[in-house]
């Protein structure tokens, strides 16, 4: 278990055999064989768990076959609607929950192995923290769990509750917050013990736009940084903000895994042209740009379509051959909301 898993309501007792002392990871060294600093950060391969429900102990499908990996300094989103499988995911990647299938290396090592759960940093959807404490006695609770030498205990509280602007309100109990500074003292612990790769459930899920700003400014911190975050949402503008890369989760299936900067750049055209009767537009056009044209209509306006700058402009030449009137070209993005409802919309075939 890592030792910021113990965000859950976990017993104290318990929390702390769990958590153990902090191992060191060997990064390696120059001119070394390449170690664990070489791997990725997460590897996921054909992750599958599902759970039994109800008096007949029917099987649900949790997740099936998902598989992704996330790259040092990235920040990967797993996007999807409620239920569809981003919280037994992330469960299955700390061994919170044991997967029936599949293979997750942790920085390099076995999902299972302490040494790397100890590098991570979690906050889970819904933390349980005890809020008749103070926002600073609760970071202390998390250092102490945490083996975290006590001579060095108070400057590294100070630095996260800076570092998440939580310093000001650190002697305030934490029944006093509101959702948004539970969320930021929650990244703080998450952050406590330097992990080289933070997990976040939800982590503006049931903030008020005030808050879901307050949280996304920190993550985009945390992203300047060099960070390696793997966080869910069903949220699309924020994972558009904040994400190098998403995976699209659906009824417990990755129906897509894309990186976002590929996305900006993918650009469409439409293409307006006058035209007579759509059978001498098709003898004049090439074929894919008749994608949008009824082949029985008529009129003296058409709207063709272009995949990309090439076909752009050899749409272009063929209208001036064919001596068609080009009356506009506009330019049409497709945004990650636009890919997330087209992969709903289809069934998970985008």
């Not at 895994?257 to 650009?267: E, H, K, P, T």
């Amino acid at each position: 278990m890592s030792r910021q898993v113990v965000a859950e309501n976990v017993p104290h007792a318990r929390a702390r055999a769990m958590a153990g002392n902090r191992p060191e990871l060997d990064l390696g060294t120059p001119g070394a064989e390449p170690g664990i600093a070489a791997e990725p950060a997460l590897h996921v391969v054909d992750l599958t768990k599902s759970f039994r429900s109800g008096f007949a102990r029917r099987e649900i499908r949790g997740i099936e076959g998902v598989s992704f990996t996330v790259a040092r300094g990235e920040v990967f989103a797993l996007l999807g609607h409620n239920g569809a499988g981003k919280t037994t995911t992330i469960g299955c990647l700390l061994d919170l929950v044991r997967p029936e299938r599949g293979e997750v290396k942790l920085l390099g090592r076995d999902h299972r192995d302490r040494v790397s759960r100890a590098r991570v940093g979690y906050l889970p959807e819904r933390p349980y923290f005890f809020d008749y404490l103070t926002g600073r006695e609760l970071l202390e609770f998390y250092a102490d769990l945490q083996d975290i030498d006590r001579r060095e205990r108070t400057g590294r509280i100070d630095e996260v509750l800076r570092q998440v602007d939580m310093f000001s309100d650190a002697g305030r109990r934490l029944n006093k917050y509101s959702k948004g500074m539970l969320q930021r003292l929650g990244l703080a612990q998450a952050l406590l013990g330097d992990p080289d790769l933070l997990i976040l459930d939800e982590p503006m899920s049931g903030l008020d736009p005030m808050g879901r700003l307050e949280v996304r400014s920190l993550l985009l911190g945390l992203k300047k940084q060099g960070r390696t975050i793997l966080l869910s949402s069903h949220i699309v503008p924020d994972v558009e903000q904040l994400a190098d890369a998403v995976g699209i989760l659906r009824d417990g299936r990755l129906v897509l895994n894309q990186r976002l900067g590929s996305l900006a750049d993918a650009c469409s055209y439409r293409v307006r042209a006058g035209a007579p009767a759509a059978t001498v537009l098709a003898a004049a056009v090439p074929l894919w740009a008749m994608s949008a044209v009824d082949p029985a209509s008529a009129g003296a306006v058409t709207d063709l379509s272009a995949a990309d700058p090439r076909q752009l402009r050899e749409l272009l030449e063929a209208c001036d051959r064919a001596g068609l009137a080009v009356l506009a070209v506009d330019s049409q993005r497709s945004g990650l909301e636009d890919l997330f409802l087209t992969t709903h919309r289809r069934g998970g075939e985008a």
